[in-house]
């Protein structure tokens, strides 16, 4: 069982950055992949990145290649989402994700089988 927590999300302006920090709880951190999701209102739940193991593998939605950047901490259990360069397209709710399923990147959000609960992220124009 893992619980995950998200934190950091907020108001800011385009072109200005967030980083979103996702703790997890439970001590096999490491045995799972995490991702990243978001969603707007009125629209699906989207992948915006994953991340393998040991951190060592990286996928984006191509949306946000090149402006976000997931990383791991598995010493501390957090995984992490730096948002740079951020639009007003980039408002939503996001959630971090873990799976014990996957063992590769999956953009499936059914892939994933421990949820925390969202942080917002607005960014204005």
């Known amino acids: 069982q893992v619980r995950l927590v998200e934190s950091g999300g907020g108001l800011v302006q385009a072109g200005g950055s967030l980083r979103l920090s996702c703790a997890a709880s439970?001590?096999?951190?490491?045995?799972?992949?995490m991702g990243w999701f978001r969603q707007a209102p009125g629209k699906e739940r989207e992948f915006v990145a994953s991340?393998?193991?040991?951190?060592?593998?990286?996928y984006y939605a191509d949306s946000v290649k090149g402006r976000f950047t997931i990383s791991r901490d598995n010493a501390k259990n957090t995984v992490y989402l730096q948002m740079n360069s951020l639009k007003p397209e980039d408002t939503a709710n996001y959630y971090c994700?873990?799976?014990?399923?996957?063992?590769?990147?999956?953009?499936?959000?059914?892939?994933?089988?421990?949820w925390g609960q969202g942080t917002q992220v607005t960014v204005s124009s």
């Open positions: 994700a873990a799976s014990s399923i996957i063992r590769t990147h999956d953009r499936d959000g059914r892939a994933y089988n421990y």
């Open positions: 991340i393998s193991w040991n951190g060592g593998s990286t």
């Open positions: 439970g001590r096999t951190f490491n045995n799972y992949f």
